[in-house]
């Protein structure tokens, strides 16, 4: 997925990772996701999340390098919260650097 299909903000060493609406108008309606775990280290190429939506079944590439210290477990129980355009929640992931 190109890198403009997501957005970044970095506060105090820790990037917080979510879909720009050019990402969610790419994939369509995301239906089921799967995210990394607590404690999980990631490479700037490494998987983020798997993403199951009505246009793409896609992986999505880390865009930082770091250890993931939160997820949106809104997300995982409920897809659909990916799907708005709302950061404070529809946010995927945060890693600190």
Same mark, same amino acid.
């Given at each position: 997925? *190109?890198?403009?299909?997501?957005?970044?903000?970095?506060?105090?060493? $820790?990037?917080?990772?979510?879909?720009?609406?050019?990402?969610? +108008?790419?994939?369509?309606?995301?239906?089921? =996701? /799967?995210? #990394?775990?607590?404690? &999980?280290?990631?490479?700037?190429? &490494?998987?983020?999340? +798997? $993403?199951?939506? &009505?246009?793409? $079944? /896609?992986? !999505?590439?880390? #865009? $930082?390098?770091?250890?993931? !210290?939160? !997820? *949106?477990? &809104?997300?995982? /129980?409920? #897809?659909? =919260?990916? *799907? *708005? /355009?709302?950061?404070?929640?529809?946010?995927?992931?945060? !890693?600190?650097?």
């Amino acid at each position: 997925m *190109n890198e403009n299909y997501y957005w970044t903000e970095e506060n105090d060493g $820790v990037v917080t990772v979510g879909l720009t609406d050019d990402g969610r +108008n790419e994939l369509g309606n995301i239906t089921f =996701v /799967s995210l #990394p775990k607590v404690g &999980d280290s990631l490479k700037k190429t &490494d998987t983020l999340m +798997n $993403v199951e939506a &009505d246009k793409a $079944v /896609s992986d !999505i590439a880390s #865009p $930082v390098e770091g250890t993931v !210290i939160e !997820i *949106n477990e &809104d997300a995982l /129980s409920d #897809p659909s =919260v990916l *799907n *708005n /355009s709302d950061k404070a929640s529809s946010w995927v992931a945060r !890693i600190e650097k």
